[in-house]
Every structure is written in structure tokens, then in C-alpha cells.
Nanobody, 116 residues
Framework: QVQLVESGGGLVQAGGSLRLSCTAS????????MGWYRQAPGKQRELVAS???????NYADSVKGRFTISRDNAKNTVYLQMNSLKPEDTAVYYC??????????WGQGTEVTVSP
């Protein structure tokens, strides 16, 4: 099984930056799509960003131009650089690694709080 561990969340003022990291370990035998979801209480889960095995990326419209996803395959790690943070970015951010069957492995989440 694959385990994902996120880090890098915290408290930041609007306009600030954070970098989230997610490291995968366990039964990893190939590259997979990875990315980040976020969810705030009372809101639907939102796909923030994803990165393919060839490092092509997709972003939610709400974060385009502000967030950058990247991966270090040697470290089995995906990053989310978050700049120009807004209060509406406040959420728990979950890293995922897509399985071949379409299901995802998930991390435990890391909290991001952006104050006005």
C-alpha cells in the first residue's frame, strides 16, 4: 500500500506564501498522477491542482497564476507552491496519488489558514 504524508500547512496572512509537500512511500512501482484537493467546512471538495506522469499540470481556475504544482520523482514527492494567498484559500489540503483503477490514495491533510 501507498502512504502519503503532507506537510507545510500553517497560518499565513493574505498575500503570503506557503509551500506544501507530499511524500509517497510504500508499494510504489511506477509514476502516477498526483495532486492536491482542498476542502473547507461546509464546502465541496475542490481539485486544486494535478500533475501527470509527464509533468503536465492542471489547475483550478481559482488558483491559476498563484499556485504551482511540481514533482520530484526521485523523492516521490509532489509540491504545491502557493503564492498570493487569499482568505478563500483557507482549507484542509489533501495530497492524492491516483491508482490505475481510478481510486486515489490520500494523505491525512494539512491545514492552511489565510487571515485577512
Amino acid at each position: 500500500q501507498v502512504q502519503l504524508v503532507e506537510s507545510g500547512g500553517g497560518l499565513v496572512q493574505a498575500g503570503g506564501s506557503l509551500r506544501l509537500s507530499c511524500t509517497a512511500s510504500g508499494s510504489i512501482f511506477s509514476l502516477n498522477v498526483m495532486g492536491w484537493y482542498r476542502q473547507a467546512p461546509g464546502k465541496q471538495r475542490e481539485l486544486v491542482a494535478s500533475i501527470s506522469t509527464s509533468s503536465s499540470t492542471n489547475y483550478a481556475d481559482s488558483v491559476k497564476g498563484r499556485f504551482t504544482i511540481s514533482r520530484d520523482n526521485a523523492k516521490n514527492t509532489v509540491y504545491l507552491q502557493m503564492n498570493s494567498l487569499k482568505p478563500e484559500d483557507t482549507a484542509v489540503y489533501y495530497c492524492y496519488r491516483r491508482r490505475r483503477d481510478g481510486a486515489d490514495h490520500w494523505g491525512q491533510g494539512t491545514e492552511v489558514t489565510v487571515s485577512p
